[in-house]
């Protein structure tokens, strides 16, 4: 099979979820070359991702002070190993993936995988993020999933008050959610460079478009 076919064989795979059997029905070849063809460019392509401190050093250098951190569950089958897999949050089995972005929202980083019913909090210390990225100068933006997590991580804080008055039964003001992320990117952009407007704001790396 020439290096075309192989590098189409992958995202058929990964990105359609096609079977070994069905990938080898297509490319009329055997399902252990199939296997050997996925490993071979996942590997390749491993190697040439860079790791969590060069790419949180990369950012750092670039006049970025914070980084957006998320996490999701990626759907698998049940396996034999039904319980540590399964994420009670999203119903279903999977496996726990980090990513880091830059304030663009450009990927810049992703980890390896830990069995679904891992939370957020626990996989991101694992992974050792948060200690990471303050060593390169940079907070980090999230959810309310990472609350408390660590010193340097900007995230709305969890509460068990109800969203309405005990006086009323009117709604919170629609606001109210811009106003506290504009709170929260304040605190994270503090000792950026003013622009020519005196507000503080991120040195971009790129344009946007």
């Not at 089995?93 to 995988?113: E, K, V």
């Not at 907070?139 to 709305?156: H, K, M």
């Amino acid at each position: 099979m020439s290096c075309q076919r192989q590098a189409l064989l992958v995202p058929a795979h990964l990105r359609n979820g096609d079977t070994y059997a069905r990938l080898a029905a297509g490319f009329r070849i055997g399902v252990a070359t199939v296997c050997r063809y996925l490993h071979e460019v996942i590997n390749l392509l491993a190697q040439r991702a860079p790791s969590l401190t060069a790419a949180l050093w990369q950012l750092a250098w670039s006049h970025n002070n914070y980084a957006i951190l998320d996490g999701t569950v990626i759907r698998t089958d049940r396996g034999a190993a039904n319980k540590p897999y399964y994420s009670g949050k999203h119903r279903h089995h999977g496996i726990n993936l980090q990513a880091l972005t830059n304030p663009y929202s450009r990927l810049l980083w992703i980890s390896d995988g830990l069995p679904g019913a891992t939370n957020d909090t626990t996989t991101a210390r694992r992974q050792d993020i948060c200690d990471l990225a303050n060593q390169a100068g940079l907070r980090l933006l999230a959810d309310s999933d990472y609350d408390n997590i660590a010193y340097g991580v900007i995230a709305p804080h969890k509460t068990t008050e109800p969203l309405t008055s005990p006086n009323t039964n009117s709604d919170p003001p629609a606001k109210t959610p811009a106003k506290h992320w504009q709170r929260y990117t304040a605190e994270a952009n503090a000792g950026s460079p003013p622009s020519n407007t005196g507000v503080y704001s991120p040195a971009p790396t790129a344009s946007p478009h």
